[in-house]
C-alpha cells in the first residue's frame, strides 16, 4: 500500500514538473514569435527603404543626365555661334560639327 501511494506521489511530482515545463516552453514560443514578428516588420520597413532609395537613385540620375544635356546643348549652342560667328560656313558643315561635339558629349556623360 505504501509503495503505490509512493508511486502515486511520483506521477502526481512528475505530472507537476511536465505541465512547469509545457508551460515554459509555450512562453519561450510566444517570446521567439514576437522575435519574429519584430524582424519581418523590420525586413518589410527595410525593403520599403531599399526600395524608396533605388527610386531616389533612378530620379537623381535622371536629373543628373538632364541638367548635363541642359549644360552640353548651351556649350553646343554656344560653339556654334561663335564658328559660325568667326568665319562663313554652309549648313552641312554646321551640321557634321554638331554631330561631332554632341558625340564627345554623350561620351563624356556616359
Known amino acids: ?26 512562453h519561450e514560443a510566444q517570446h521567439y514569435m514576437l522575435l519574429s514578428r519584430d524582424l519581418h516588420e523590420n525586413l518589410l ?14 530620379y537623381r540620375k535622371m536629373r543628373d543626365i538632364s541638367e548635363t544635356g541642359a549644360i552640353a546643348r548651351s556649350i553646343l549652342h554656344k560653339k556654334l555661334r561663335q564658328f559660325c560667328a568667326s568665319a562663313t560656313c554652309p549648313p552641312s558643315l554646321i551640321q557634321q560639327i554638331t554631330v561631332c561635339i554632341l558625340q564627345q558629349i554623350l561620351l563624356k556623360i556616359l
Open 1 to 26: 500500500m505504501i509503495f503505490a501511494f509512493y508511486n502515486l506521489l511520483q506521477v502526481i511530482v512528475d505530472m507537476k514538473t511536465l505541465k512547469q515545463n509545457f508551460h515554459e516552453h509555450i
Open 45 to 58: 520597413e527595410t525593403r520599403r527603404k531599399v526600395m524608396k532609395h533605388g527610386i531616389d537613385q533612378r
